[in-house]
């Protein structure tokens, strides 16, 4: 079983930066697959970045050259830098973790984009 607590969220103004956070308990997080989901409102869950227990990484169109997903395996965290912020990165962010058949999901934290 994993649980995952997101964290790092809140309103910032376009342009701007934050650093989400995803902290781990209860399993080998080093094995699992971590990834940042968004969902806007009205919208469907997009994934946002991805990277594999090998490090390998891999990104949405729209916030490639803006966002950087890493992970500290020691920490049992994925982070999220998000740079140069839009309006249009509004969203409730998820933190994802997967390994074959499981996959497990935080609460998410918002992320407002003021313009």
């Known amino acids: 079983q994993v649980q995952l607590v997101e964290s790092g969220g809140g309103l910032v103004q376009a342009g701007g930066s934050l650093r989400l956070s995803c902290a781990s308990s209860?399993?080998?997080?080093?094995?699992?697959?971590l990834a940042w989901y968004r969902q806007a409102p009205g919208k469907h869950r997009e994934m946002v970045a991805v990277?594999?227990?090998?490090?390998?990484?891999n990104y949405a169109d729209s916030v490639k050259g803006r966002f950087t997903i890493s992970r500290d395996d020691a920490k049992n965290t994925v982070y999220l830098q998000m740079n140069s912020l839009k309006s249009e990165d509004t969203a409730v962010y998820y933190c994802?973790?997967?390994?074959?058949?499981?996959?497990?999901w935080g609460q998410g934290t918002q992320v407002t984009v003021s313009s």
């Open positions: 994802n973790a997967n390994q074959k058949d499981l996959s497990y």
């Open positions: 209860g399993s080998i997080f080093s094995i699992y697959t």
């Open positions: 990277i594999t227990s090998g490090g390998v990484t």
